[in-house]
């Protein structure tokens, strides 16, 4: 399992969707078996999808929930390349058992689509002096 606490992970929310960690998610990359640690206090909203692919459902609270919690992990709080963020993504949700399908277009949703998100990210981060 990618996830090595993920039976037992406490979050804390106000509004059902945005969540932040009450105690650290630990991840286990399948292909390199580098461990990253999400500290308590991350914090996500789950799986962001454009408006206009919104309908189709393609993301949410699903089995790729906790990917979701990697993915916004690796993009509000280091300063990794969008390209591996995004690719870590992809591997966490097959590891997970996504299907491929789902997996895809998730992916290159996040691929193509979430640059300005990236962006604004990186800025937070370059703000909060954590260069």
Not at 11 to 31: C, W
Not at 48 to 64: F, H, K, M, V
Not at 80 to 101: N, T, Y
Request: hydrophobic share 35%; proline share 5%; charged share 25%.
């Amino acid at each position: 399992m990618p996830f090595l606490n993920k039976d037992a992970l406490l979050v804390r929310t106000s509004d059902g969707k945005n969540v932040v960690l009450a105690e650290e998610l630990l991840y286990q990359s399948p292909s390199t078996g580098t461990i990253t640690k999400i500290p308590i206090g991350a914090k996500s909203d789950g799986g962001s999808e454009p408006r206009i692919i919104a309908p189709l459902g393609l993301t949410g609270y699903g089995i790729e929930w906790y990917s979701y919690l990697l993915h916004d992990y690796y993009y509000q709080r280091t300063w990794l390349p969008k390209e591996f963020c995004d690719s870590m993504l992809l591997e966490a949700m097959r590891s997970q058992g996504v299907p491929e399908v789902k997996c895809m277009e998730i992916y290159l949703g996040v691929k193509l689509g979430a640059g300005k998100a990236f962006d604004e990210d990186r800025a937070a981060l370059e703000k909060d002096g954590n260069i």
